[in-house]
């Protein structure tokens, strides 16, 4: 007996003709339907092009397929290690690395002392050799303080006003920053600032003051690890210590005698508070200048102390009218000598505290003589001779300036033309004469005195005058002869004029072409000066300084029969030469001129005082056929008279070449025209009675043309 039927059996249906198959490619896995509705499908159907077969496939049961394995796990990716993997990673973690290491480091080093440590710049007063204060330099700090030891309203007063969350922010306050962004936002600019006192530290001790965003982020990330390595406390002293007061005072202590001639530990409210107020314009409200606006912003500062409780009402109530102790009297701020001198102050004396005082080499007896000298000639002559500037400097032989003049006008005009660059022309031919000498020439060695072309260089004399004849070195030197000079120094070789500037001091750069024997390369007068003191010192270099505690370096003595003829060839041109308008007893000297009249100069000596001087035009400009043996000869002269106290400058008592042998006829003066040899005036003897027995003298000779 059969079982009811049940729904879900299939009624077999009539067996049909079997169908051929398509014999299946080899690798094509066996599709089976399953005869049982709901029953999962296969996983992968049939083409949708062929129709579905509603007849489940007969399959024997041992050619049917094994069921398909679950797909394998991916494999976890094997790391390389660090050696193996691209150049380029390895290479940039390197450089992160690096990078964060070094400002780390960078960090950690910077030296937290810095604003304790004194200025650079320290204030510096110039004296002259009697004490009489010439120009002060430089800025005011003194001592570091301590903030324990100071009244709290002292650190009170600047709490309130700059920092009132000083105790409570780790270098940054994110609140005053947002309060400051909207009040500059309303006011259209820059009304308040944000930055704290950790920050105003960080900027004074180790950045500049440039505003930009890129200053600010270092601002604050040194405020952060200043905050990490230091105590509020020393922070606070730190900030005291160096924080700008105006009138060139830095720190509290250096404000605090400035204004007040007080230390910061015996500060009242009032002063306190002012100076607090100072530091948001210490330019603008220095009480020395503008005392109404800084005493506005006292009360100001008062008022931040009574709401942030570090004094009361009534003690803010009872401040006066707080003012300065009165200035004292004005140092001059500048001049020409203070300028050249104030470097060799500051390397001798270094970075200190306070003031220093250094005593200077300058006689303002001298100098008050130089600048009038000079300006009367140049006022008197200059609209003539087309000369509005000039420059004069004195020293004696070894070296220490006693005057500088360095242009008529120090206020209109700060550059320094006695420290400047310009050629110095024939004054130049010290340097060429002295190589000769060197070599073994002497004054009477004979030199041709006619046109010459050297290396495709033809020089000319002045106004192209020539003895067209050998002639003795000193009076080649005593008419500046330039084909001399140029044949000398084609002969013995620049090189050998070049070593014997350097021997002498000379820095500057030096034409090596036969053009340097004429002065074509620009030096400074006063290195030229030192050049010529070295033959009234007799010893080399000489080192022209401001400073009395100088340290003179070791120096060379002359050859002494080369010093005799290099100070007869000076002796030369001043009594004989083209510096004839300088001529007083026991002068020396040498004049200088340069192409077309741009620069005339005289440069000499007499007993301990050596002076160089200069005329021309700042522009460059030619003057009107201004000759150094002509304006700059008299203006050295004149000088030297006043400063050796003659009135009048004397003739000579004698022939001063007398005792060298020399054929006096024929030199050149000034204007290219042969001289008459120098005599001693006397007083003409009383003519012999006639038939006295008594010989008469003879008539003189008549004077050679």
């Not at 006063?526 to 007799?538: C, D, K, N, Q």
């Amino acid at each position: 007996m059969s079982d009811p039927a049940d729904p879900n059996d299939i009624a077999p249906e009539t067996p049909k003709a079997p169908r051929r198959r398509r014999p299946r490619a080899e690798g094509t896995p066996l599709i089976v339907e399953s005869s049982t509705p709901g029953a999962p499908r296969p996983s992968k159907p049939r083409p949708p092009s062929k129709p579905r077969d509603p007849q489940p496939a007969l399959v024997e049961p041992e050619t049917a397929a094994p069921p398909e394995p679950p797909p394998p796990e991916p494999a976890r990716p094997v790391r390389k290690p660090i050696w193996k993997r691209p150049a380029w990673l390895i290479g940039a973690a390197a450089a992160i690395v690096l990078v964060v290491v070094l400002v780390a480091s960078l960090f950690w080093s910077l030296p937290l002392s810095r604003a304790l440590e004194p200025l650079n710049n320290s204030a510096i007063v110039l004296v002259a050799q009697d004490g009489s204060p010439i120009a002060k330099r430089g800025s005011y700090k003194e001592a570091p303080i301590d903030v324990a030891e100071l009244p709290a309203y002292v650190p009170g007063a600047f709490i309130a006003i700059e920092d009132r969350r000083f105790y409570s922010h780790m270098g940054v306050d994110p609140k005053a920053i947002a309060r400051a962004l909207g009040k500059n936002a309303k006011a259209g600019g820059v009304s308040e600032g944000g930055s704290t006192i950790t920050q105003q530290l960080a900027k004074n001790a180790f950045l500049s003051s440039d505003r930009n965003l890129r200053r600010k982020a270092q601002e604050a990330l040194i405020a952060v690890y200043l905050e990490a390595r230091l105590s509020k406390t020393e922070i606070l002293s730190r900030y005291l210590s160096s924080v700008y007061f105006g009138d060139g005072a830095f720190g509290l202590r250096a404000a605090a005698r400035h204004y007040f001639d007080k230390a910061p530990e015996q500060l009242s409210i009032g002063e306190a508070a002012m100076l607090a107020g100072l530091v948001k314009a210490p330019s603008r409200l220095a009480p020395t200048d503008n005392l109404e606006g800084a005493r506005e912003r006292m009360r100001v500062v008062l008022g931040a102390m009574v709401e942030t409780k570090t004094i009361t009402q009534a003690q803010a109530d009872a401040v006066g009218d707080v003012s300065p102790v009165p200035p004292r009297d004005k140092v001059p701020t500048g001049s020409y000598f203070a300028d050249w001198a104030l470097p060799q102050a500051r390397a001798a004396i270094g970075a200190r505290y306070g003031e220093t005082i250094v005593r200077t080499t300058l006689d303002p007896k001298l100098q008050e003589k130089a600048e009038k000298i000079l300006n009367d000639f140049i006022a008197r002559d200059g609209k003539v001779l087309n000369i509005t500037q000039g420059a004069l400097v004195a020293m004696r032989k070894d070296g220490s300036v006693v005057a500088m003049v360095g242009g008529r006008d120090y206020k209109q005009s700060q550059f320094n033309r006695a420290d400047g660059e310009r050629q110095p022309g024939s004054s130049f031919k010290l340097f060429v004469y002295l190589a000769a000498l060197r070599e073994g020439m002497t004054t009477t060695s004979p030199i041709l005195d006619t046109p010459v072309q050297v290396s495709g260089y033809m020089p000319k004399n002045h106004e192209g005058k020539y003895r067209d004849r050998e002639i003795p070195l000193i009076s080649a030197f005593a008419a500046s002869s330039n084909v001399a000079a140029v044949r000398l120094a084609h002969d013995l070789g620049p090189a050998k004029v070049i070593k014997v500037a350097r021997d002498l001091g000379v820095t500057e750069k030096i034409p090596t072409d036969l053009t340097m024997a004429l002065g074509t390369g620009s030096m400074s007068l006063t290195r030229l000066t030192a050049a010529y003191a070295s033959v009234a010192a007799g010893e080399y270099p000489i080192v022209a300084h401001g400073l009395e505690a100088f340290s003179k370096p070791r120096t060379t003595p002359y050859d002494p029969k080369v010093l005799a003829g290099m100070r007869d060839l000076l002796r030369s041109a001043t009594h004989r030469g083209t510096g004839l308008e300088a001529a007083i007893d026991g002068a020396y000297g040498k004049t200088g001129t340069t192409q077309n009249y741009h620069d005339a100069l005289f440069v000499g000596y007499v007993d301990d005082l050596v002076v160089g001087v200069w005329v021309g035009n700042d522009d460059n400009s030619s003057m009107n056929g201004v000759v150094g043996g002509g304006e700059p000869a008299k203006i050295w002269k004149a000088f030297m008279l006043s400063a050796l106290g003659r009135d009048v400058a004397p003739r000579p008592v004698e022939d001063p070449l007398e005792d060298l042998g020399l054929p006096l006829e024929g030199e050149i003066g000034p204007d290219g025209l042969p001289l008459v040899p120098l005599t001693v005036p006397t007083e003409p003897a009383a003519p012999a009675a006639p038939n006295s027995g008594v010989p008469q003298a003879p008539a003189p000779a008549e004077p050679r043309p």
